[in-house]
C-alpha cells in the first residue's frame, strides 16, 4: 500500500483494479450464461404443456439475457 496526496492509502493501482472487476464480471456471466444455457436445453426437452417447466424456460432465458449484458458490457468497456 502507498499513500497518496490527501492521506488515503492506494492497495492496488487502478488498472488492477479495473481488471480485476472486468474478470470477476466476465468469469461470472460466463459461468451463468453455461448454467442457464444447460438448464434451457432441459427444460426444452420436457413437456411444454407443464406451465412449470414454461417457467423454468422464461426464467433461462432472462438468466441468458442478463449474462450477455454482463458479457457485453465488460467487451463494451474495454474495446
Known sequence: ??????GGL???????????????????????MIVDSVRLRRALRADPADPAF???????????????VGLVGVVAYHV
Request: aromatic residues 12%; without cysteine.
Open 10 to 32: 492506494v492497495m492496488v493501482s487502478h488498472a488492477t483494479y479495473i481488471w480485476f472487476v472486468t474478470l470477476m464480471t466476465g468469469g461470472v456471466a460466463g459461468a451463468w
Open 1 to 6: 500500500a502507498r499513500a497518496r496526496r490527501g
Open 54 to 68: 414454461r417457467d423454468r424456460i422464461f426464467g433461462s432465458v432472462i438468466g441468458l439475457l442478463v449474462s450477455l
